[in-house]
C-alpha cells in the first residue's frame, strides 16, 4: 500500500515562520513535523510515500531525501508556484501512486494514530477518519451514522485529514486547482464513503499557538 503526505500548503497562517520553511519542516519535539508521519506510515508497513509540495518545496526535498533513511521510498510530486488544492495534488499524483487504494494524510497534523488499522480495500471510494471537535473547529465537517460517512447528521465530526482512497474517486474531476471536500460530498450521496472516529491524539498544527504547545508537549515527554 502506498500514502501521500499533502504538504503544498502555503501556510499563510503560520508567517512569519512559513517565510522560509514550508509548514510541515517546522521543527517540534526537535525534528520537522512531516518527519512524524513519515516515521509512523514507515512503522505501518507503508512502502512508498508520495509528497507533494509547492513554493520553497525543494527544502522538503532536500531536507527529506529518497526515504532511505526512514525505510521507505520516497517520491515527490511538485506543483510549482500555483497551488492545485487538495484535489488537484492528489489528482496530479495518481501517476506515483498507483492503481490501488492508498492513504493520504495533512503534512500539518499531529497524531498517534496507527496507520496499520486503516483499511486497505475500502468498501466504497473513501474512508475517512474523524475526530470529535476541537476548540478551534466546533462546528465540524461530517456526521458517523454507523460506518457511513454523511454530509448531514445531528452531530458533526470533524475530518482529520487522514483518509484511504480508490483512485476510482477522482475520476470525473477536472485537471487543475480544485478541493477535495466536494469530491467526498459527491461520494457521500452515493453512500461510497465510510469512516471512524478516533479517539486518541490529534493535534492540527494550523496556527502559532498550536505549534508551540505541541513542541512543549513533545519536548516535557522526552524529558
Known amino acids: 500500500m502506498h500514502a501521500m503526505i499533502l504538504a503544498a500548503g502555503l501556510g499563510t497562517r503560520m508567517r512569519p515562520l512559513t517565510e522560509e520553511l514550508p509548514k510541515p519542516l517546522l521543527p517540534v519535539g526537535g525534528k520537522p513535523l512531516i518527519q512524524y508521519l513519515i516515521e509512523a506510515l514507515a512503522r505501518a508497513g507503508i512502502g512508498r510515500i508520495v509528497i507533494n509540495h509547492g513554493p520553497r518545496g525543494e527544502r522538503i526535498e532536500t531536507a527529506i531525501g529518497d526515504g532511505s533513511g526512514f525505510g521507505v ?17 492528489i489528482s496530479r499524483a495518481l501517476p506515483l501512486l498507483g492503481p490501488e487504494p492508498f492513504i493520504v494524510a495533512n503534512g500539518d497534523i499531529w497524531t498517534d494514530f496507527d496507520f496499520a488499522t ?45 483518509g484511504v482512497f480508490r483512485p476510482d474517486l477522482f475520476a470525473n474531476c477536472p485537471k487543475g486547482p480544485f478541493p477535495l471536500a466536494p469530491v467526498l460530498r459527491l461520494a457521500m450521496q452515493r453512500d461510497a464513503v465510510t469512516g471512524e472516529c478516533f479517539a486518541g ?5 494550523g496556527s502559532l499557538e498550536r505549534l508551540r504547545e505541541l513542541d512543549l508537549s513533545l519536548r516535557q515527554a522526552d524529558s
Open 201 to 205: 491524539r490529534w493535534i492540527d498544527v
Open 118 to 162: 486503516l483499511p486497505s480495500n475500502p468498501v466504497g471510494l473513501a474512508h475517512l477518519v474523524l475526530v470529535d471537535n476541537p476548540p478551534h473547529h466546533r462546528a465540524g465537517d461530517f456526521a458517523l451514522s454507523g460506518r457511513q460517512v454523511r454530509e448531514k447528521g445531528e452531530q458533526l465530526l470533524t475530518y482529520t485529514g487522514i
Open 73 to 89: 521510498e520516497i517520491l515527490y510530486s511538485a506543483e510549482g508556484p500555483t497551488p492545485l488544492e487538495t484535489g488537484g495534488g
